[in-house]
């Protein structure tokens, strides 16, 4: 643990909307399983089915030997994932009724609990945004031309688990929260809107830029495998840097700083 000074780190406005997102992107998350599971394969282009070779990744089960077996195909690699993807508790289900919300198959309820968070979302990211750019939080997050050249000291800091308490994000923390805040997000929101038929009505541009709507939904899909990956990273660094300090700041806004040494 750091023993030097605390510091008010965290606004009030960051810290509900870290929270606000958290509870969202959890129920984002496992509502979305529950959806992929109606059709459980993802495609590139504009359309899918039976007549077109253009997934990349699918999902279901197979009869052999009397028994439901679970097959993974990613490309042109087959895998047996009985028990995990494809098949759980003897039920052909692209994805485990645990990770799912709800648990049982349910596309209606999965969608309707989606959108409600997707929309809280949108607004929290909305507030985040306009508060952020006028209490200067929003300038804290972009990396200066001095970040990026102390980012690969950065880097091996991180590699040698040597963190650094001090007032202001490191290098790597800015980029890692600027891509989530400023890419994956809005990534995440626009690919959403673009499967929506009543968007699309709207704003047929937008369905153009992805590509189609099958496109869309693997974007969609993978940009939410990407954010997975960061919260995994986020919280094995809460962990290794002192989940005390750290839970501290993003609860109560106060974080304890090192000392300072004298050189």
Do not use: C
């Given at each position: 643990?750091p023993?030097?000074p605390?510091?008010?780190?965290?606004?009030?406005?960051?810290?509900?909307?870290?929270?606000v997102?958290?509870?969202?992107?959890?129920?984002?998350?496992?509502?979305?399983?529950?959806?992929?599971?109606?059709f459980?394969?993802?495609h590139?282009?504009k359309e899918?089915?039976?007549?077109?070779?253009?997934?990349?990744?699918?999902?279901?089960?197979?009869?052999?030997?009397?028994?439901?077996?679970?097959?993974?195909?990613?490309?042109?690699?087959?895998?047996?994932?009985t028990?995990?993807?494809?098949?759980?508790?003897?039920?052909?289900?692209?994805?485990p009724?645990?990770?799912?919300?709800p648990?049982k198959t349910?596309?209606?309820?999965?969608?309707?609990?989606?959108f409600?968070?997707?929309?809280?979302?949108?607004?929290?990211?909305?507030?985040?945004?306009?508060?952020?750019?006028?209490?200067?939080?929003?300038?804290?997050l972009?990396?200066?031309?001095?970040?990026l050249?102390?980012?690969?000291?950065?880097?091996v800091?991180?590699?040698r688990?040597?963190?650094?308490h001090?007032?202001?994000y490191s290098?790597?923390q800015?980029?890692a929260?600027?891509?989530?805040?400023?890419?994956?997000?809005?990534l995440?929101?626009?690919?959403?809107?673009?499967?929506?038929p009543?968007?699309?009505?709207?704003?047929?541009?937008?369905?153009?830029v992805?590509?189609?709507?099958?496109?869309?939904?693997?974007?969609?899909?993978?940009?939410?495998?990407?954010?997975?990956?960061?919260?995994?990273?986020?919280?094995?660094?809460?962990?290794?840097?002192?989940?005390?300090?750290?839970?501290?700041?993003i609860?109560?806004?106060?974080?304890?700083?090192?000392e300072?040494?004298?050189?």
């Open positions: 643990m023993q030097g605390l510091v008010y780190r965290q606004r009030l406005v960051t810290r509900v909307t870290h929270w997102w958290a509870v969202s992107l959890f129920f984002l998350m496992l509502t979305g399983l529950q959806i992929f599971n109606a459980p394969s993802l590139i282009g899918a089915g039976f007549d077109y070779d253009n997934a990349i990744l699918e999902i279901g089960a197979v009869e052999a030997d009397g028994e439901l077996r679970g097959v993974t195909r990613v490309f042109e690699a087959e895998f047996d994932t028990g995990v993807l494809g098949v759980s508790g003897g039920e052909a289900r692209a994805f009724a645990a990770l799912t919300i648990s349910s596309l209606a309820t999965g969608r309707v609990i989606h409600f968070f997707a929309w809280v979302l949108v607004g929290t990211l909305a507030l985040w945004l306009v508060a952020s750019a006028l209490n200067g939080h929003l300038r804290q972009v990396p200066t031309w001095a970040d050249r102390a980012l690969p000291r950065d880097i800091d991180h590699a688990l040597r963190f650094h001090r007032g202001e290098v790597l800015k980029l929260y600027a891509s989530v805040l400023f890419v994956a997000l809005p995440m929101i626009l690919s959403g809107l673009s499967m929506s009543g968007f699309n009505a709207a704003a047929p541009w937008l369905l153009e992805f590509g189609g709507r099958q496109t869309a939904r693997t974007i969609h899909f993978l940009t939410m495998v990407a954010l997975l990956g960061f919260f995994a990273v986020h919280m094995a660094m809460i962990l290794l840097a002192g989940p005390l300090n750290e839970m501290r700041s609860l109560t806004g106060w974080y304890r700083t090192e300072e040494r004298d050189v």
